[in-house]
């Protein structure tokens, strides 16, 4: 009777330890999850706004004349 209460006290540590390295693996998953859901935010918002500067550079910028260009035939 002694084995068998010994046996229950190591299948409830074991069980205890097994919650515990699940927990610490599913936790770990939920952070890199949410680093990576926070660095592709934070890279969309980043397109966006350098998107939005330059098109108002671009539209702060005066007209430009015309160019000509000037070809020329090459005859071989």
Known sequence: MV?????????LIDSLMTVFIVSCICILCF??????ENYIEG????????NIR???????L?????CEIYEYDQDD
Do not use: A, D, H
């Open 3 to 11: 084995m068998s209460q010994s046996n229950k006290g190591f299948i």
């Open 54 to 60: 330059y098109e108002e550079i671009y539209n702060s």
């Open 31 to 36: 952070s890199i999850y949410k680093s990576i």
């Open 43 to 50: 890279y969309l918002r980043y397109t966006e706004e350098s």
């Open 62 to 66: 005066p007209e430009c004349e015309v």
